[in-house]
Nanobody, 125 residues
């Protein structure tokens, strides 16, 4: 059974940094796509960043230049380094993974088969 467990969320002031981690168990990396999504209260879930099967990273415009997605396949772990955080980054952050190889546009939530429970990020002004 595949499990994704996020960690690293918390409360920071604007301009601060956080590093989110997503540990995958019961999951064998095989050029799958992995991603971070977020959902703020009253808003729809949105894609933040993803890595496709060719290891190409894609970012939402709102986080380009501030967030970096990376993965360690030896540890089955996905990361999201978040710098220069803004109050509008406040949300529950979720990691997601596809069941099989996924190349190309990896931002749609519908592409993902496995989801974590989320970790809360709160940025105060």
């Amino acid at each position: 059974q595949v499990q994704l467990v996020e960690s690293g969320g918390g409360s920071v002031q604007a301009g601060g940094s956080l590093r989110l981690s997503c540990a995958a168990s019961g999951y064998t990396y095989n050029n799958n796509a992995m991603a971070w999504f977020r959902q703020a209260p009253g808003k729809e879930r949105e894609g933040v960043a993803c890595i496709d099967g060719r290891l190409i990273s894609i970012y939402a415009d709102s986080v380009k230049g501030r967030f970096t997605i990376s993965q360690d396949n030896t540890k089955n772990t996905l990361y999201l380094q978040m710098n220069s955080l803004k109050p509008e980054d406040t949300a529950m952050y979720y990691c997601a993974a596809t069941r099989g190889r996924t190349d190309g546009w990896c931002m749609p939530a519908s592409a993902y088969d496995y989801w974590g429970q989320g970790t809360q990020v709160t940025v105060s002004s």
